[in-house]
């Protein structure tokens, strides 16, 4: 297990801002920072990072907390591996206690499954430069590849020697079940014998954000064998190929500062493209493009340029997969090297300077390399003339914003040769028949819609929005001085109650704290109970709170809670509310009257609730009805007067 100590050490020197800023490109807004949703495809920012409270919350997703909380939603790290990896990053010596066998036991089975290619990266590592077959192979291989030792250590290239069984027995030896080896496709079992999956290759590791390993791909060496010249990993727990991008962890960085981002399709183009300078390339690895790689990439930027080879045989297949970017709003160009050439050889041809140049001035608008392509095509031919006016009609349809689509009309006019005017008609009869077909499913399914929105509304737990309101008071106000009026019973000088207003001046969490202690209410759900108890320990303690440094030591599941009331204010200024004439009243104007009103609520709430509880157990043979409903009456009673004092009528 992790010291205390260690887990303290990080959470005071993680920073927010830095932690996220490695997964989702981040922007300046007033005192925060916002970019799109890591969580959901969005196409307008949502999510909103607090620097100053050392939190962020995601309104598309509602998800939220410190750093710790988001490495655990975001990469799906246990709280360990979270510590580990901020400790990591901060260059924090991680101190463990003693770990008994059950506890060794616990250690998940993903958690077991990225140990085990973990590993294998390092046993492959480790042949490539001190191994004999693999250094005389494997490494001569990557050197003929022009490949530098820098930018192999960078990409831990690695080799798998020609053995059929020689990781499983290091794998074995390393204390490795055979269940895990499996799992991962590192190794495969036929007639209770195992076979290397990898044999003969050498190894790129394809790793995710954090820079965590996934799985393989692995090139043949050999011409022995029969083979594939390129395999990856099958798909697991951990490896999902359509959700991977080769590069992205060591691009994410320079795509983020540059703001664009090259695409290519294999692993030797990546990496010869790093060594000549260029390092915001990723590469699809040889598979159709998909929305989850896409989205990906537009965590980090909106710009796109596809790198084609220069004898591309399926190019116009391949530029049909690129209409999912522009379909998510984002700005995508083609470049096709000369003939022969492919990213890797082109690069390690030319230098920097040399590869910018030529992508600078051979680097076209997808929309308009599409048209340029199919209009040669079809010149001659009228019919094919005008299903490629169809088809580029149809890409454009597509695209989110209306100037964009209209510059488009405006470039395709000139490249065809035909009218804006037809072209726009054109594209608005696309358009009416994509939104007749969106309105069509819209009402087959509008019955259910509103079917799952009452039953959700009828869900809707008082009592969870009532505590949740007293947190939300506490960590906004808790250490203010606020003058309550209350009313009170007391007796007349002829012995007659009468109510009597008092006013009286103490903070805000001392009031809450009485109130609820006076009515012996405890909170039904564990997280508010939990946080309640530690926000007035806290207040009793040291009078006050500085966010900052209180969420940094809450539990994940705590500091989600908290982001949510601290960033609550954010999604007014997200929105723009008040440039739509919609303007939200200050909280702060009436705190006395919010907190007053929260507690009689909860009052009334367990009035209610009781008073349900009596009527259920009418039936209870240890007391007579008569006692009961005395009880039902006696509470009604009170129910009346927190009632007046609400000024509600029942």
Not at 51 to 70: E, L, M, R
Not at 170 to 177: C, D, K, M, N
Not at 475 to 494: A, H, P, Q, T, V
């Amino acid at each position: 297990m992790i010291s205390k100590h260690t887990i303290d050490k990080v959470y005071e020197t993680s920073r927010v801002e830095e932690v996220i800023s490695d997964f989702v490109n981040l922007k300046k807004s007033g005192t925060n920072l916002k970019g799109l949703s890591p969580f959901t495809n969005e196409k307008t920012p949502s999510f909103v990072v607090s620097p100053v409270k050392q939190i962020w919350k995601d309104f598309s997703s509602g998800k939220g907390g410190n750093s710790v909380a988001f490495l655990m939603e975001h990469e799906r790290f246990s709280y360990p591996e979270a510590i580990k990896y901020l400790a990591k990053k901060y260059n924090i010596e991680i101190e463990e206690t003693f770990k008994s066998k059950e506890q060794k036991e616990k250690i998940s089975e993903r958690e077991s499954m990225y140990l085990v290619v973990q590993n294998a990266k390092e046993y492959y590592k480790n042949n490539l430069w001190k191994d004999k077959e693999g250094n005389s192979i494997g490494f001569s291989y990557v050197k003929e590849r022009g490949f530098e030792d820098k930018v192999i250590r960078d990409f831990e290239i690695g080799y798998s020697l020609n053995n059929k069984d020689s990781y499983f027995k290091y794998a074995i030896s390393e204390g490795f079940s055979r269940d895990f080896l499996e799992k991962t496709g590192m190794c495969i079992f036929k007639e209770n014998k195992a076979i290397d999956r990898f044999r003969a290759r050498v190894m790129f590791p394809i790793k995710n954000f954090s820079g965590r390993v996934l799985g393989f791909g692995g090139r043949i060496l050999s011409e022995k064998f029969k083979a594939a010249k390129y395999i990856n990993s099958p798909e697991s727990d951990i490896y999902e190929k359509s959700k991977v991008l080769f590069g992205i962890y060591e691009s994410k960085k320079t795509i983020s500062n540059k703001d664009l981002c090259y695409l290519v399709e294999g692993y030797t183009d990546v990496i010869q493209m790093h060594q000549s300078g260029i390092e915001n390339v990723v590469a699809s690895s040889g598979t159709a493009l998909t929305i989850d790689q896409i989205s990906l990439i537009q965590r980090l930027t909106q710009n796109i340029v596809v790198l084609f080879d220069g004898d591309e045989a399926g190019l116009r297949a391949s530029l049909r997969g690129l209409e999912m970017i522009l379909e998510k709003g984002m700005n995508v160009k083609v470049c096709q090297f000369p003939e022969g050439k492919d990213p890797d050889s082109f690069s390690r041809d030319h230098s920097t300077e040399e590869i910018l140049d030529f992508f600078d001035k051979n680097t076209k608008d997808f929309i308009q390399f599409k048209a340029d392509l199919l209009f040669q095509e079809s010149q001659t031919d009228p019919i094919k003339k005008a299903d490629t006016i169809r088809e580029i009609i149809e890409i454009i349809a597509k695209i989110p914003d209306q100037i964009k689509s209209e510059l488009y009309i405006q470039e395709c006019s000139k490249i065809m040769n035909i009218s804006e005017e037809v072209l726009f008609n054109s594209l608005s009869q696309v358009k009416t028949k994509a939104l007749y077909q969106e309105n069509i499913k819209l009402r087959d399914s509008s019955k259910i819609k509103i079917i799952q929105s009452e039953k959700k509304s009828n869900e809707i737990n008082q009592s969870f929005e009532l505590e949740y309101q007293i947190i939300n008071i506490l960590l906004l106000y808790g250490d203010r001085e606020e003058i309550f009026n209350e009313i009170i019973l007391k007796k007349n000088d002829k012995g007659e109650l009468i109510e009597e207003k008092v006013e009286f001046r103490t903070k805000v969490f001392e009031k809450i704290f009485l109130d609820l202690q006076e009515d012996e209410i405890e909170f039904t759900q564990n997280s508010f109970r939990e946080l309640y108890k530690i926000l007035i320990n806290h207040f009793e303690s040291k009078g006050s709170i500085s966010i900052d440094d209180f969420t940094t030591k809450l539990s994940p599941e705590l500091s989600h809670l908290v982001s949510d009331i601290l960033i609550k204010d954010e999604l007014y200024k997200l929105h723009d509310w008040e440039k739509k004439n919609i303007f939200v009243k200050e909280r702060e104007s009436n705190i006395n009257q919010m907190v007053i009103e929260t507690i009689l609520t909860l009052r009334k709430n367990l009035i209610d609730k009781k008073i349900n509880e009596l009527q259920d157990s009418l039936k209870d043979s240890e007391k007579t009805n008569d006692d009961i409903l005395s009880d039902v009456i006696s509470y009604h009673q009170l129910k009346s007067v927190v009632s007046h004092k609400l000024n509600r009528v029942i």
